[in-house]
């Protein structure tokens, strides 16, 4: 049935297949661009990543006239604010971010700070606070298949002193391109692709059953689904599978693009909480939460998630279970999947193997029930809920 109204806003032109990065000096050339400052992290540099970009570029206008690479995971405010300073100096008149969404995020947080004028991205922490400015253009080149940060119109960015990952959420967000080429997730090890991966797979399941969910982003979270069934196990036993890097990388940009309408739910705002506090990977924290919030919900979207079955497993298993049953039936595909990837490369099953510990859960639960992403999932949470989650994940 069709919401008596709703939005769908998605403008980023996506450049997807192996060499796609060839014609990223045309699109920028299309956008004004000519300086851009490349964000990306040390690691990234040492495993050759720029160097694959610096040879797209040759024989172009475009110049990086900046490179900045001091981006822990999850970045922070400061270094946000400090990659503003580097901009300035540099003359820079554009942004390139290749990374997974720590750099995405820095880089979606450094746009608004020169977009706004601002050196303090601080100002801008919320919902819809970023007003039209200066527009810089912007291409993010992902090297995780999981965030989908290239299509979504959030920055997570964290707060150190606070212990708390800040949402930034406005439409200025949204890069202009989103280029996928595989050569750029070959070396992401088996470990991270699948946390990463798993990230996708969440990404489109809480935006199925947001409150908020609508044809078209069902339409990408179903997709996005597909892909990840199919390629997400081959990317993790072979990382130079050009046809499932691929695959990967178009399921990521499609989950995104579903939750930046639908947005996420509890798994998300309980994650947001356990990488704060315990400093877990971000796709880690979902994979591990994910069965568990399904559980959770299950009473108020079991025909929704016995829709899913289909897409999770294929026609097989959907024909074969009683509709009445589809939707515990979808939970347990989601552990065996998780199951089979903790097998082929340790993906972490529960929170202990992450190293968080029971005398930390309270206060993990108290920071996710004030965690935006839990305004939409299809089911109320309380502390209670939520610690009992915790204690089961754990
Ligand atoms: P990440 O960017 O932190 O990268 C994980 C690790 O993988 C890093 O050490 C990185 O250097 C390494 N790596 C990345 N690409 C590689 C490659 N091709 N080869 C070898 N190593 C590589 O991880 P992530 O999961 O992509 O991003 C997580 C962050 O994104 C979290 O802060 C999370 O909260 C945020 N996030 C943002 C959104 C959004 O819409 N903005 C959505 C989900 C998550």
Same mark, same amino acid.
């Given at each position: 049935m069709l919401p008596r109204y709703y939005e769908f806003y998605n403008p980023v032109k996506v450049l997807s297949?192996?060499?796609? +990065?060839?014609?990223l000096p045309y699109e920028m050339a299309h956008l004004s661009a000519s300086r851009p400052i490349l964000l990306t992290n040390q690691q990234l540099v040492e495993v050759g990543l720029t160097r694959i970009l610096e040879s797209a570029l040759?024989?172009?206008? +475009?110049? %990086?006239a900046a490179q900045f690479t001091e981006i822990p995971p999850d970045s922070s405010v400061h270094v946000v604010n400090a990659a503003g300073r580097v901009f300035r100096e540099a003359g820079c008149d554009s942004i390139i971010a290749l990374g997974g969404g720590s750099v995405i995020d820095t880089a979606k947080g450094l746009r608004v700070l020169i977009g706004q004028e #601002?050196? *303090?991205? /601080?100002?801008? /922490?919320?919902?819809? %606070?970023?007003?039209?400015?200066?527009r810089v253009p912007f291409a993010v080149i992902p #090297? #995780?298949?999981?965030?989908g940060s290239e299509a979504t119109l959030v920055a997570v960015i964290a707060h150190p002193e606070r212990q708390v990952k800040m949402e930034f959420v406005s439409h200025?967000? +949204?890069?202009?391109l989103a280029v996928l080429d595989p050569r750029l997730t070959r070396s992401l090890p088996p470990r991270i692709t699948a946390s990463t991966g798993m990230d996708a797979l969440v990404h489109a399941i809480e935006s199925y059953t947001s409150?908020?969910?609508?044809p078209l982003s069902d339409a990408y979270a179903w997709a996005a689904i597909e892909l990840i069934r199919d390629h997400l196990p081959r990317a993790v036993a072979n990382g130079h599978d050009t046809e499932a890097r691929l695959a990967m990388a178009n399921a990521a940009l499609m989950a995104g693009a579903a939750f930046s309408n639908a947005m996420v739910g509890l798994v998300h705002a309980i994650g947001h909480a356990v990488g704060a506090i315990c400093r877990v990977a971000h796709g880690d924290a979902m994979a591990i939460l994910l069965p568990h919030v399904m559980e959770y919900n299950l009473d108020l979207v079991h025909e929704r998630y016995g829709r899913l079955l289909l897409a999770l497993a294929g026609p097989e298993l959907y024909a074969a279970t009683p509709a009445p049953e589809r939707g515990q039936q979808a939970i347990a595909v989601v552990r065996a999947f998780s199951q089979r990837l903790h097998e082929a490369c340790?993906?972490?099953?529960?929170l202990r193997d992450v190293?968080?510990?029971? *005398?930390?859960l309270p206060a993990i639960a108290r920071t996710a029930i004030n965690?935006?992403?839990? +305004?939409?999932?299809p089911k109320e949470a309380g502390l209670d809920d939520v610690l009992q989650i915790l204690r089961q994940a754990l």
């Open positions: 297949g192996d060499h796609a +990065l060839e014609n040759r024989g172009s206008e +475009l110049v %990086i #601002t050196d *303090d991205i /601080m100002q801008y /922490m919320g919902a819809d %606070i970023v007003k039209p400015a200066r #090297t #995780t298949a999981g965030t200025h967000l +949204l890069p202009d409150v908020q969910r609508n340790g993906l972490p099953l529960r190293g968080v510990t029971d *005398d930390v965690d935006g992403a839990l +305004l939409l999932n």
